[in-house]
């Protein structure tokens, strides 16, 4: 079956090398006039963009039960069944691309997650130790910093809304731990989603092949500049097949402004409001020329949304005049207008469009989370729940406009464990009563009850139960 691969190998060899300047090359775009064209070379390009693409070792040590000696009475008598546990390293590949002179490298979240022991290696065969700055795993970047005396090759991000669908581009980086390898294509799609597992989809798409060991290493333009860092691949059987996903380079230059401010984490955007696909029969039933845009579902109360006027029922088309395709594509416009500013959203309703200004700010702790461990001998023992905030689902990667009590955690070989209680599960009511705070959580859980009907939201789905 055809997969979704982010791109990482087993081996590493890191190249760094020559200094990076300024390419000089023709703003305008042409396709090729004569013979004499067709045989012109990306060479001076490489040269150029090459010493600015590195490769990252990231080692992590992980537990292995050894089964060496399972089922050796001598063994088990002293350890039961519980035998002596072994250390393994584990060691994977990515790229990175220095963006700063200093020896800052961004790379994919992926490549170092979990990582004890990450370097990166010249080509000159000298190794650096590197820190990591900022990472987050929703949006698959990571920062990376290694100390360095002297100024380091640099690529520069170039704008990657300018980006258009035909667009000649290169891949650099170091598929399969071969060494760095350039490849050449074109941009295939624009505004991809549901790539990967995490939360954002908004990725440039190339047939430029690129495979694992690739990822976190630099998407290309003719002008020299970083359009993307690749991430992922469509893929049965783990190679390319020529049709790779790349991160915009407008999002890497926000998170990379975040790092260098010295934040703890990237903060997405709050709206107080979700939304779905247009689809056909949403775009008939509303008037909608294409199907395109962000359909309201849900306001939360006082919610930015909610102040700047927005309505369920209503289509957001385009994000400072720039089109919407999707809801993803709605968080990403904002995610890069950046936190503290205003975005203009336009909106369609009833035929009729508007202009709607929008505040952008953090999710904001609306309530305290008073997170409580639950105990004693009711079904719900051994569970951690929180009051939901849009804070609070934020951090939990749920829907901000949720409200309720939300575990955050189920103690392993608790009985709630045992009863199937999962993080992000919201406890709706028990016994017919509402639970509206941790507290009325604990109070019925610490009652004397004979038996439990309990209602769950999970994932939007109510789940209704019985325990006894």
Not at 145 to 159: R, V
């Amino acid at each position: 079956m055809p997969r979704f691969d982010r791109l990482k190998s087993a081996a590493v060899v890191v190249a760094l090398m020559v200094p990076l300047s300024a390419p000089a090359l023709a703003q305008d775009k042409a396709v090729p006039q004569s013979q004499l064209e067709m045989q012109l070379s990306f060479a001076p390009l490489v040269k150029q963009a090459r010493g600015a693409v590195v490769n990252v070792y990231a080692e992590r040590l992980v537990q292995r039960r050894s089964n060496l000696f399972a089922g050796d009475p001598f063994f088990e008598q002293f350890f039961g069944q519980r035998m002596p546990n072994r250390t393994e390293k584990q060691s994977s590949l990515g790229s990175g691309v220095i963006v700063e002179a200093n020896g800052t490298v961004v790379t994919n979240n992926h490549v170092i997650d979990g990582a004890d022991d990450i370097k990166v290696a010249l080509a000159d065969g000298r190794e650096f130790p590197v820190k990591v700055v900022l990472k987050d795993d929703r949006l698959d970047l990571a920062v990376l910093k290694f100390e360095t005396s002297e100024a380091m090759p640099t690529l520069p991000i170039g704008d990657s809304d300018a980006t258009e669908v035909g667009d000649l581009v290169l891949a650099i980086g170091n598929p399969f731990g071969v060494g760095q390898t350039v490849t050449s294509g074109i941009v295939s799609a624009l505004a991809r989603n549901q790539v990967t597992e995490g939360d954002f989809g908004f990725f440039i798409q190339t047939d430029a092949a690129i495979n694992p060991g690739n990822s976190g290493g630099a998407l290309v333009d003719m002008k020299g500049q970083l359009i993307g860092i690749n991430t992922a691949i469509f893929s049965k059987g783990g190679g390319s097949n020529g049709v790779g996903f790349a991160i915009p380079a407008n999002l890497v230059r926000v998170f990379l402004d975040a790092a260098d401010r010295g934040e703890a984490s990237f903060e997405r955007p709050y709206v107080g409001a979700s939304f779905e696909p247009v689809t056909s029969d949403v775009a008939e039933a509303l008037g909608l020329k294409t199907v395109r845009g962000a359909l309201v579902v849900r306001i939360a109360e006082d919610g930015p949304a909610a102040r700047a006027g927005l309505k369920p029922g209503q289509v957001v088309t385009a994000v400072n005049d720039i089109l919407v395709e999707h809801p993803d594509a709605l968080g990403y416009r904002l995610s890069t207008a950046g936190l503290g500013k205003k975005a203009e959203l336009t909106v369609q309703e009833d035929g009729r469009e508007e202009k709607i200004a929008i505040t952008l700010a953090a999710a904001p702790e609306t309530r305290p989370r008073d997170i409580q461990l639950i105990e004693g001998r009711s079904p719900f023992a051994g569970i951690r729940a929180g009051n939901l905030s849009p804070r609070l689902a934020y951090e939990l990667k749920m829907v901000s406009e949720t409200t309720g009590v939300v575990v955050t955690e189920v103690v392993r070989g608790s009985p709630a464990a045992r009863l199937g209680f999962a993080p992000r599960d919201i406890v709706v009511a028990i016994n017919g009563e509402e639970i509206a705070s941790v507290d009325d959580l604990q109070r019925i859980a610490g009652s004397d009850a004979g038996f439990w009907r309990v209602e769950i939201d999970r994932n939007g789905q109510r789940i209704r139960q019985i325990f006894r």
